[in-house]
């Protein structure tokens, strides 16, 4: 039986290891490097935030003139309006959905918080009505 000198206190490293161990140390950090990398913890990288704001942000002003509006469709003048506002085009916004679209996770944060914002503004703008027939009065 081989003793391998090391010092007190530190772990041997791979080349102290027995050969025969020395397989099941690699496939250790293997599996573990993979549990690390797979795991959802706060190391994940935000997914292109400044787009995605944009996203929010021109989605939410192309929905809430749709809906002032009372048509699914938007006339292009006023499409290209609110577009010009955030310098994005229909098909960037497209893209956007195209590059995130696999990502549930992503996607399901995207719908939940644009379903928010559009609840809180769609509540203020009846407050703001509500507000001006009052004055009205």
Sequence with gaps: ???????????????????RRRPRVVA???????CW?????????PEDTAAREVFIATYLDLRVAALSLGTADIEGDVRDSILAVYGVTGE???E?????????????????EIE???SERLEENARDEENEELEDD
């Design 1 to 19: 039986m081989s003793v391998a000198l090391t010092n007190v206190g530190s772990s041997p490293s791979l080349e102290t290891c027995s050969p």
């Design 28 to 34: 250790l950090l293997i599996a573990l490097t993979v």
């Design 37 to 45: 990398s797979c795991s959802g913890d706060a190391t994940d990288v």
């Design 92 to 94: 960037e916004l497209v």
């Design 96 to 112: 956007f959905i195209d590059m995130h679209g696999e990502n549930v996770e992503f996607m399901q944060d995207l719908w939940t």
């Design 116 to 118: 928010g914002q559009l």
